[in-house]
């Protein structure tokens, strides 16, 4: 079974540049989610899809980051313009279910984009 | 506020030595607490725990949750280099959310 895709693997980038990131998830997982892991925490959820519409953007920083998934496959996570405290590893998951790491649905993580805001 | 706490923040110990880490947390509706490993980026699962005193075991890593004092242990048992590496626990609460922790960072020395 492939896994989560992401793409790419790194960006280093200027503060006030903008950068996109890829993720497509296992197929038929309807439910993915964008994390933002700054190095020495844990991850912390940006953005939560089901299917191609928005179960939970609270922790988004609206102004400067913004995620789409049209066809309820694939997501790009956009940033613009960066900031130097945007500098970590992006992490996109999936699950199959409509919840969030509960029973049997546990989550399926990428190996990440990392991001250097110089 | 939902909160996870991991201790210890990071850990050194040779082949062969038994470690526990730590996880306590507050989470408002608790529905599970999962643990992950993390080399390199990707988080691979490990064990998710529901009830408490159940243990799960998995080869040399086993795991128990105490609901009533809001914490979980992940053992491992006579260590390898491979072990090494951020153990992260996470607790799914209200709404479903996950909350994860800072981590544990682990070295094995050969």
């Known amino acids: 079974e492939a896994g989560v895709a992401q793409s790419p693997r790194y960006k280093i980038i200027e503060k006030r540049q903008s950068v996109a990131f890829w993720c497509n998830p296992i197929s038929g997982h309807a439910t993915l989610y964008w994390y933002q892991q700054i190095l020495g925490q844990g991850p912390k959820l940006l953005i939560q899809?089901?299917?191609?519409?928005?179960?939970?953007d609270s922790q988004l920083p609206k102004d400067r980051f913004s995620a789409e998934r049209l066809k309820g496959v694939d997501s790009t996570l956009k940033i613009q313009p960066a900031k130097l405290e945007d500098s970590a590893v992006y992490l996109c998951?999936?699950?199959?279910?409509?919840?969030?790491?509960?029973?049997?649905?546990?989550?399926?993580f990428g190996s990440g984009t990392q991001l250097s805001v110089l | 506020e939902d909160k996870v706490v991991q201790s210890p923040l990071s850990l050194v110990v040779h082949e062969g030595d038994t470690v526990t880490l730590n996880c306590s947390y507050e989470?408002?509706?608790?529905?599970?607490l999962l643990w992950y490993k993390q080399e390199k980026k990707a988080p691979t699962f490990l064990f998710m725990l529901t009830s408490s005193g159940i243990e799960k075991k998995s080869g040399r890593l086993s795991s128990i949750l105490d609901k009533k004092e809001l914490f979980s242990i992940l053992n491992i048992t006579a260590t390898q280099t491979g072990d090494s590496a951020v153990y992260l626990c996470a607790v799914e609460g209200y709404g479903n959310k996950l909350v994860f922790g800072a981590g544990t960072i682990l070295r094995v020395k050969s």
């Open positions: 989470v408002t509706n608790f529905r599970s």
């Open positions: 998951a999936s699950t199959l279910g409509r919840g969030q790491g509960g029973t049997n649905e546990k989550l399926f």
């Open positions: 899809f089901q299917n191609n519409g928005v179960v939970d």
